[in-house]
T-cell receptor
Framework: GQQLNQSPQSMFIQEGEDVSMNCTSSSIFNTWLWYKQDPGEGPVLLIA?????ELTSNGRLTAQFGITRKDSFLNISASIPSDVGIYFCAGHGNAGGTSYGKLTFGQGTILTVHP | KAGVTQTPRYLIKTRGQQVTLSCSPISGHRSVSWYQQTPGQGLQFLFE???????NKGNFPGRFSGRQFSNSRSEMNVSTLELGDSALYLC???????????FGNGTRLTVT
């Protein structure tokens, strides 16, 4: 089946630094999504990408859908303490409407921000 | 607009018992998906329902089942619980036409 490799597994950064994480897939994906999960809560959608090459921003967050459709990255600029959490990439490779509820998730990147 | 609501938030069961988890999707969302999250396996897809019909199913044993009601609310059931079923069970809903999933805060199930 489809697999996503997300890296890095964890990051320890200083407040104000920029952060970059990425996901690669063994097969083509038609949609890439980035979620953030805080302890005790469910994943919250950050950015959704639907076209190869698409670059989308949400405040200090920027994500891109790779041209090959097998990768995506997420950048966080000028990190702040509330950026702490686990970031997940997710996607699906079937363009059919019946599969949009079935996502493949990366293993997550644990982000720690030191004030 | 209220988000995805899952009940209960926490549940403790013993091996061999069964459990039913409930999910109310975002108002207007007709598709509901369920995921299992564990430290070892991460987020794994269980199944997806739309218009009371199962549209897709993940690689879980038949002990895991679900259903959706006419008001789009969904339940999932796990029978003959095993220790390995301890996990955070997440429900997510979406609108149609390639809209992204929105997750609830999950039900934390502990099997002893």
């Amino acid at each position: 089946g489809q697999q996503l490799n997300q890296s890095p597994q964890s990051m320890f950064i200083q407040e104000g630094e920029d952060v970059s994480m990425n996901c690669t897939s063994s097969s083509i994906f038609n949609t890439w999504l980035w979620y953030k999960q805080d302890p005790g809560e469910g994943p919250v959608l950050l950015i959704a990408l639907y076209k190869a090459g698409e670059l989308t921003s949400n405040g200090r967050l920027t994500a891109q859908f790779g041209i090959t459709r097998k990768d995506s990255f997420l950048n966080i600029s000028a990190s702040i303490p509330s950026d702490v959490g686990i970031y997940f990439c997710a996607g699906h490779g079937n363009a059919g409407g019946t599969s949009y509820g079935k996502l493949t998730f990366g293993q997550g990147t644990i982000l720690t921000v030191h004030p | 607009k209220a988000g995805v609501t899952q009940t209960p938030r926490y549940l403790i069961k013993t091996r061999g018992q069964q459990v039913t988890l409930s999910c109310s999707p975002i108002s207007g969302h007709r598709s509901v998906s369920w995921y299992q999250q564990t430290p070892g396996q991460g987020l794994q897809f269980l199944f997806e329902y739309f218009s009371e019909t199962q549209r897709n199913k993940g690689n879980f044993p038949g002990r895991f089942s679900g259903r959706q009601f006419s008001n789009s609310r969904s339940e999932m059931n796990v029978s003959t619980l095993e220790l390995g079923d301890s996990a955070l069970y997440l429900c997510a809903s979406r609108n149609l036409n390639n809209s992204p999933l929105h997750f609830g805060n999950g039900t934390r199930l502990t099997v002893t």
